[in-house]
């Protein structure tokens, strides 16, 4: 399986901060990484596909690079909206496999 | 617009089988480039992939439950359909069906709310 290493997996951050998450894969995926949101309760929602394509209706704060193992999402000024988990996830590969979560708090 | 929703029993004794449906809404399940998949979250933990279907000849399973778990689709009721035999507590999470597209770089770009079983 492969892996997909998040850090950190917590981040405490204030309103307006730039914040990056960084999503390492055991194996090169090319561009095949996703990034997501989650809020306490609710489903997940798509915020990047295929590392750096923005969803439609997606706030342009969020932003993905990356490609081969290494990923990174960037929040460019953290809204209070923001406060959430994300996680990534691989299609590159089966099985499908997620990150195991960066928990974003307010500072 | 593309809804889904999961629908079942929220409560599975060990050993039996968990069952739980989507359904399907705003759209056609077997219209377009889209696998459908099961995706579950223990309680204050990550996502686990479970398998996916495209057609009822397309199927695939994680290796780690591949041997429990059945997929299916009802496209007269545009509804995907989970069965998961022998649970135990640790099949006990909240599940997710969700719409994976080629269109979204292979990313699942719909979600339903989720449903919460728990295995007791």
């Known amino acids: 399986d492969t892996q997909m290493t998040q850090s950190p997996s917590s981040l405490s951050a204030s309103v307006g901060d730039r914040v990056t998450i960084t999503c390492r894969a055991s194996?090169?995926?090319?561009?095949?990484v996703h990034w997501y949101q989650q809020k306490a309760g609710k489903a997940p929602k798509l915020l990047i596909y295929?590392?750096?394509s923005l969803q439609s209706g997606v706030p342009s704060r969020f932003s993905g690079r990356g490609s081969g193992t290494d990923f990174t999402l960037t929040i460019s000024s953290l809204q209070p909206e923001d406060f959430a988990t994300y996680y990534c996830q691989q299609s590159y590969s089966i099985p499908l496999t997620f990150g195991g979560g960066t928990k974003v708090e307010i500072k | 617009q593309v809804q889904l929703q999961e629908s079942g029993p929220g409560l599975v004794k060990p050993s039996q089988t968990l069952s739980l449906t989507c359904t399907v809404s705003?759209?056609?399940?077997?219209?377009?480039?889209?696998?459908w998949s099961w995706i579950r979250q223990p309680a204050g933990k990550g996502l686990e992939w479970i398998g996916r279907?495209?057609?009822?000849?397309?199927?695939h399973y994680n290796p780690s439950l591949k041997s429990r778990v059945s997929i299916s689709v009802d496209t007269s009721k545009n509804q995907l359909s989970l069965k998961l035999s022998s649970v135990t507590a640790a099949d006990t999470a909240v599940y997710y069906c969700?719409?994976?597209?080629?269109?979204?770089?292979?990313?699942?770009?719909?979600w339903g709310l989720g449903t919460m079983v728990t295995v007791s």
């Open positions: 705003g759209g056609s399940i077997s219209s377009g480039n889209y696998y």
């Open positions: 279907i495209y057609t009822s000849e397309s199927t």
């Open positions: 194996q090169s995926m090319s561009s095949y």
């Open positions: 969700a719409r994976w597209a080629a269109a979204a770089g292979d990313a699942f770009d719909i």
């Open positions: 295929a590392a750096s």
